[in-house]
């Protein structure tokens, strides 16, 4: 992709805690799936050995919520609700059949991936909360039993409901032709901005001529 034709959509340092994230949540639920499902036990080696698994899990989980945070501070406004959004939530049908509609307004993220956004940021919150009620080396003992048992409960269920969003999310980042483009080299081309991201495309163009007078 030449350089005229391409974009700066994701900056250095999101990208670099996206990808760090990523290697952490996926020893984080490994290690848990392995204690949530007993076929799946053998997974408890993924941190070395299973008492490791117990050491590592959560510490490796609190900085899985703190590189989410650092995402949040810094995308949190691009992921705030706006009316336009309903224009592509009407159209989601024609969305999910990968008909590129002329005129959805979409700005640098769709409704959909605004939802994800606030579905992580939701979900790993629960985790931590619930995951520092039942950490049984420090905070456990501090809560009665079926506290424990409540925050057991919703820390499995919790993350469960994380993978599963993160499967679909992982999904969709490969799934729409360009898109990884954005987590990786940083930059998207103008044509993808365009179809992906109509509203936010006009937005950057706008600002690119204002400041270097290119058409
Ligand atoms: C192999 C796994 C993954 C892939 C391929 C992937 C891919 C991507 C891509 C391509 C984007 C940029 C989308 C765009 O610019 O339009 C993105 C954004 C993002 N990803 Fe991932 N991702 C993965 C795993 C994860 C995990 C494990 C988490 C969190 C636990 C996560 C959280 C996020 C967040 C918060 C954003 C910003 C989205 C927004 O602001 O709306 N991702 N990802």
Excluded at 55 to 68: D, Q, S, T
Excluded at 140 to 153: D, H, K, N, S
């Amino acid at each position: 992709m030449k350089k005229r034709d391409a974009i700066l959509r994701t900056h250095f340092a999101d990208r670099i805690c996206h990808w760090f994230m990523v290697i952490c949540f996926l020893l984080v639920a490994l290690s848990g799936l392995s204690w949530f499902f007993p076929t799946m036990n053998w997974l408890n080696g993924v941190l070395g050995t299973p008492q490791m698994a117990r050491i590592l899990h959560p510490i490796l989980g609190i900085v899985v919520f703190l590189a989410l945070m650092f995402l949040f501070v810094r995308l949190v406004k691009y992921n705030l609700p706006e009316r336009e959004d309903l224009i592509w939530i009407a159209n989601i049908k024609s969305v999910l059949q990968g008909k590129h509609m002329k005129g959805l307004q979409i700005g640098k993220y769709n409704a959909g991936q605004k939802l994800l956004f606030w579905g992580i940021m939701s979900l790993i919150s629960l985790l931590l909360i619930s995951g520092l009620v039942v950490w049984r080396a420090y905070f456990a003992e501090y809560f009665p039993i079926p506290v424990i048992r409540i925050g057991l409960l919703l820390h499995s269920f919790a993350g469960i409901c994380l993978i599963l969003l993160i499967m679909g999310h992982a999904y969709m980042g490969f799934w729409v032709k360009g898109s990884i483009d954005s987590m990786i080299t940083g930059y998207v081309s103008k044509l993808w901005a365009k179809t992906h991201h109509d509203r936010w495309y006009k937005k950057v163009t706008t600002k690119q001529t204002k400041t270097t007078g290119e058409k």
